[in-house]
C-alpha cells in the first residue's frame, strides 16, 4: 500500500508560480512511479506530468511543457510538481498518483495505470 497527501495548492495570478508537493508513505517510495493528473470543473481528469522510479525519466502533457517540472526527493520520499507562468486553464484539483512499474524507467501518461492516488489539492489562477 501507498498513501500519498498533497499539499502546496492555492490561488495564484495569471503569470505567477506554486509548487506542489506529495508526500508518500507505505512501499519503498524508490520502488514506484509517480504521476499528476489534474481535473477542471465539468471536465475529465487529465495528465499534467509523470516521473520514472530512477528519477531519469520524466514526461508532460503538451499543454504544461516548459512551464512545469516534475521532480522527486528520494530521501523525503517526496515528488514535487513546480508550476510557473500559470494560465487560468490551469486551474483545476491536482492529483498526485503512484504505481509499481515494470521497469524503473518506465513512465506513465494515464490515469487508470496508477493504483494509488491523493486527495488532491485546489489550484485557482485567476486575476
Known amino acids: 500500500q501507498v498513501q500519498l497527501v498533497e499539499s502546496g495548492g492555492g490561488s495564484v495570478q495569471p503569470g505567477g508560480s506554486l509548487r506542489l508537493s506529495c508526500a508518500a508513505s507505505?512501499?519503498?517510495?524508490?520502488?514506484?512511479?509517480m504521476g499528476w493528473f489534474r481535473q477542471a470543473p465539468g471536465k475529465e481528469r487529465e495528465f499534467v506530468a509523470a516521473i520514472s522510479w530512477s528519477g531519469g525519466n520524466t514526461y508532460y502533457a503538451d499543454s504544461v511543457k516548459g512551464r512545469f517540472t516534475i521532480s522527486r526527493d528520494t530521501a523525503k520520499n517526496t515528488v514535487f510538481l513546480q508550476m510557473s507562468s500559470l494560465k487560468p486553464e490551469d486551474t483545476g484539483v491536482y492529483y498526485c498518483?503512484?504505481?509499481?512499474?515494470?521497469?524503473?524507467?518506465?513512465?506513465?501518461?494515464?490515469?487508470?495505470?496508477?493504483?494509488?492516488w491523493g486527495q488532491g489539492t485546489q489550484v485557482t489562477v485567476s486575476s
Open positions: 507505505g512501499r519503498t517510495f524508490t520502488s514506484i512511479a
Open positions: 498518483a503512484a504505481t509499481i512499474p515494470k521497469y524503473s524507467g518506465d513512465v506513465y501518461v494515464i490515469a487508470y495505470a496508477y493504483t494509488y
